[in-house]
């Protein structure tokens, strides 16, 4: 299980911003499993990046695109779940074990099942729980979209350490656009 640094960074900026921002109580432990997943994700990692740089690859990260105005706080909480969920897919596969320290992806997994578990309580306290709206189901979408092209790649190099290199380094930089979506929207509505 190939955890991102970013991916951890990301998660403890989006669980700090979901707690205070988004209308949600999130357990006050949440922020501190968040800054241990970061570094347990930290830790993980084997190579260099430069030394992978001939593996690298745009996998299009959709929310890098989405405007802040374009989405709501209450919209955010669903796709940061989906997020980590994907996440937690992709780092509890067969391959993503023999790609990684087992202890260490252990805890990592068992973290991210916890920010996981905060998430779908979040939603549940929203009272708004309506039918999501089209550009929510369409940031879903693009949210699975962007875990399956990462899923192909990783088969298609045949989960070496390089291309398990890259995705941890790629989930990073998703976890902390998707952060920086959450600090704009925290902002415009302040």
């Keep these: ?47 260099s990046p430069l030394s992978c740089l001939k593996d690298r690859k745009d996998f299009a990260f959709p929310l890098e695109k989405v405007d802040a105005q374009q989405i709501q706080k209450a919209q955010a909480i669903p796709v940061l779940q989906e997020l980590t969920q994907q996440v937690l897919i992709l780092f509890t596969s067969d391959q993503s074990f023999a790609a990684w320290e087992t202890s260490l992806l252990h805890t990592f997994c068992d973290g991210l099942f916890q920010q ?3 998430l779908q309580a979040c939603l549940m306290q929203q009272v708004e729980l309506q039918e999501p709206s089209s550009s929510q189901k369409d940031s879903l979408v693009a949210v699975r979209n962007y875990f399956y092209r990462i899923t192909v790649y990783l088969k298609e190099k045949k989960h070496s350490p390089c291309a398990w290199e890259v995705v941890r380094a790629e989930v990073w930089r998703a976890l902390s656009s998707s952060a920086n979506l959450l600090a704009r929207l925290s902002e415009e509505k302040n």
């Design 1 to 47: 299980m190939a955890r991102p640094c970013a991916l951890l960074t990301f998660l403890v900026v989006m669980h700090y911003w979901s707690s205070c921002c988004l209308g949600c109580d999130l357990p006050q432990t949440h922020h501190l499993r968040s800054k241990r997943v970061s570094t347990l994700l930290a830790q993980m990692r084997r190579l």
């Design 116 to 118: 996981l578990r905060d």
